[in-house]
């Protein structure tokens, strides 16, 4: 049985998720806080974790981050009172996988919450390795060289790097990058693709200035050219 991780303060809602997953063949683990959440992360990992954004002593975000760089692959969705535009571009940065705003419709978040399961386990068994002009990657052990040196990447520039490399030479438009790779739907305008492209291109790219792999399609999107 999967193990739903909530980390929630809260008491109405923790009775509300659990009821929600237990009901839908889940087990589930509450955490009112963030050291809490964390420490049960580190002594059983999750299918996923529903993470509200304020919470008593840590904030949310950090504990998004800290989740994020201890379990890269882990789904955070993010269930907050909070509407704020800064707030979900934020959570994008540092790799939460979904946000649903409170008050939520439960069958709502539950199918984010698979949805976020099955893309993780979709990035876990496709085919990993990975190469094209001088780089290398292992999408497994999220490793990557270029020249025989290894070059650090984020968990979610792995992902957006993935996702080109399985769909070369097709535009790509901003909107389907969001949908596809961090799991938002009707998405509000956001400058969170074309700054992971952006850092791609600085990390990979001979000249950025000049890319030749992730080209920028002027009103459509962008393609990669292996």
Known sequence: MEKIL???DDSVVQKTLRRLFTSSGYSVQIAPEGKTGLESLAAEAPAAVVLDLRLPGMPGQDICREMKSKSPTLPVVVLSASDDL?????????????????????????????????????????????????????????ELTQ??????????????LRFFVHNPDRVISREELLEEVWGYQNYPSTRTVDNHILRLRQKLEKDPSRPRHFQTMHGAGYRFVR
């Open 6 to 8: 909530i980390v929630e």
């Open 147 to 160: 020249s025989g040196k290894p070059v650090p990447l984020t968990w979610q520039e792995f992902k957006v």
């Open 86 to 142: 800064v707030d979900k571009v934020l959570l994008l940065e540092i790799g939460a996988d979904d946000y649903v705003t409170k008050p939520f419709s439960p069958r709502e978040l539950l199918a984010r919450v698979q949805a976020a399961i099955r893309r993780a386990r979709r990035m876990s068994t496709a085919p990993e390795v990975f190469a094209f002009a001088d780089v290398s990657v292992n999408f497994t052990k999220m």
